[in-house]
């Protein structure tokens, strides 16, 4: 099977005062269609970057993004018809969101840019894009700040699901929310999943949400992928001493701290 996301070689370097910062360096890193792919790393070893080089939001520096087999680092960069089949979640939902726009025309939004449909058929398709996300579809008159953190997320769920993607990047798309609201959040990327097949590159630091979550795990290291492989077999065995250290800070919950 072709992967659906083929990424080799990839190096992104930003320009500082103190001279080039090699952010992601020889990435190696495959999606097949309707999986979920866990990246996880510590603060500032490039995920971010990796993530915005996929997208065509931040420039590489070399090597080759495949989609379906084909080349997105030409001259001309990724067509409309690729860039609707990658849609990006943010972490924090409300810096995403504009805040002087109706919740209806924010999930409208990509739909009006692609004009896919009449105006009338892209408000019906945000009604219901707001109902699938577990959102009241009259509420599609409010503003971003008339709603709790995992509603917002849930709104940006809805906007990136609009044109229907293949591939949805989530960076760390629940490290802003309570415990509680993150497993709701989760939930409802799984459900989406099983439903439309939708792919997910799925960045977080913690470990033991990507491992429930993701059917492979990739850690990145200092701007390197230092161990790729099954979410079971990197839990059981890992072979980098990184990811042995991202295990080890995972608390296990000790029953005399439970609360009853
Ligand atoms: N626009 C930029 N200009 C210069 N350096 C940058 C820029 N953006 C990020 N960096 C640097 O590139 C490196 C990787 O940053 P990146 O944001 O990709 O990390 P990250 O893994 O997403 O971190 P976090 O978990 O904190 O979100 C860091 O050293 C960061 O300081
Ligand atoms: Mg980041």
Redesign the pocket.
Known sequence: MTPLLSVRDLSCR???RDGP?W??RDVDLDVMPGETVGLV????????????CIVGL?PASGGSIRLDGEELLTRRGPSLAQRRQMQFVF?DPFASLNPRRRVEALIREPLDVHRIGTPAERTRRARELMERVGLHPDWGRRFPHEFSGGQRQRIGIARALALSPRLIIC??PVSALDVSVQAQVVNLLDALQRELGVAYLF?S?DLALVEIFAQRVAV?YQ?RIVEQGSSAEIWRNPSHPFTRTLIEAIPIPRVDQRSF
């Open positions: 930003y320009e500082t910062l952010a992601v790393g510590e603060s500032g070893c490039g995920k971010s970057t990796l993530a915005r931040t972490q960076d760390e960045i630091h990145m701007g």
